[in-house]
């Protein structure tokens, strides 16, 4: 399985306004350092030949990341023990604060690439329900789980208590 | 807070050569080998293995086996080696619990948006820390930070707050450079010689070294 990773935030001022340059000059530089962090896989780019556009998407009025990556350390050490780290300390000279969740995590098939929407979904889910294996974060935390395909074939072991 | 396991672990320390393999594989860059810790220690290969061997035990030293660098035949067979484990020991008497109260306290920063405002106490309590004065690296090995020197910079091997870290990284690293700025400023150095410049499985903080070093 392979970790989805989801995070929306509104910015204070349009891309183009001064007070978001440092965070626009970093668009192409981080960028670059994600897709070459290994455990990388995949991210969804607002343009193939532009690393400073932003996804452009209907779903309203805050930019969106979306990534997938290997594992949960792959994204861990990406997101906060490289130079991503410094532009996320900084990360209230350009967006404004949530009061709800604004990132969300889950597992996808390996080379299953999900959509905006299903995204999107997963983050409201989290919003409504709190963590849950179905949409959770890093501080709660759900590994990938083995369901079994027929509940005839759980049985008990007989060390339960 | 402290468990029996943290307290029979730790006690294990009391044995001075045992200690003395222990802040030796602690400080080493590298997993360290029975020869070379025997070496370092001025202990007999066979008394290094067998201390290696309890503190791996005891869980302060994780071991495991690396292939030999030679490939082929007669090359030998796989050393072990020893790296400091990542688990936490803490014993306290009477049974105290700060890291709960810590980890409260982060989560009431973010709620209340108020991460600048933690960095200015934490800068505060820097330069509170260093108010006696003294020697920058010295106060970075007694804060904990195992600093160690590469390139032009100062790097620091351990993070002191790992367990809220790992659990609030932007805050928490946050806070711990504006409390190493604190520091500089407080031993009268430059607090911008201080940096955010995070790896794996080390401080997020670095120090660049100054002119006269």
């Known amino acids: 399985m392979h970790l989805a990773q989801l995070n929306v935030a509104r910015m204070v001022a349009p891309l183009d306004d001064p007070v978001m340059a ?71 000279e350009w967006f404004h604060h949530n009061t709800v969740p604004s990132a969300v995590l889950w597992w996808v098939e390996e080379g299953e690439i999900p959509s905006l929407k299903d995204g999107l979904e997963r983050l409201e889910h989290l919003r409504e329900h709190g963590p849950t294996p179905h949409a959770f974060t890093f501080k709660d935390f759900y590994e990938t789980t083995t369901i079994p395909r027929h509940i005839s074939s759980w049985v008990p072991s007989p060390q339960t208590t | 807070m402290s468990s029996t396991d943290d307290l029979e672990a730790l006690a294990g320390l009391a044995d001075p050569a045992r200690r003395r393999l222990y802040d030796l594989v602690a400080a080493s860059p590298h997993p360290v080998g029975r020869a070379e810790a025997a070496e370092a220690a001025g202990i007999s290969r066979t008394l290094a293995a067998f201390h290696l061997d309890k503190l791996a035990e005891s869980g302060l030293l994780d071991s495991h086996f690396q292939p030999p660098a030679k490939k082929g035949p007669g090359s030998g067979r796989p050393a072990k080696v020893y790296t400091r484990a990542r688990q936490e020991r803490t014993v306290s008497l009477p049974p105290r619990d700060y890291v709960t109260l810590a980890a409260v306290l982060a989560e009431t920063v973010e709620l209340l ?79 911008a010689r201080v940096s955010l410049d995070p790896r794996p499985g080390e401080c997020c903080v670095a120090v660049s070294k100054t002119n006269e070093n």
């Open chain 1, 22 to 92: 440092d965070f626009k000059n970093a668009l192409g530089p981080i960028n670059e350092l994600a897709e070459s962090t290994p455990g990388f896989v995949w991210r969804l780019k607002g343009s193939e030949d532009d690393p400073t556009a932003l996804v452009d998407h209907d779903y309203g009025d805050f930019a969106v990341t979306y990534s997938i990556w290997e594992s949960r350390q792959a994204l861990w050490d990406f997101i906060y023990r490289t130079s991503h780290l410094p532009y996320l300390r900084r990360r209230r």
């Open chain 2, 113 to 191: 948006d108020a991460q600048d405002k933690a960095e200015q106490a934490a800068r505060k309590a820097g330069e509170k820390l260093a108010a006696g004065g003294g020697d920058l690296i010295e106060t970075l090995r007694e804060r904990g930070y195992e600093p160690y020197a590469e390139g032009e910079q100062i790097r620091l091997r351990n993070c002191p707050f790992h367990t809220l870290a790992e659990d609030q990284p932007v805050l928490v690293c946050s806070l711990n450079l504006a409390l190493c700025q604190g520091l500089l400023q407080g031993l009268g150095q430059d607090p």
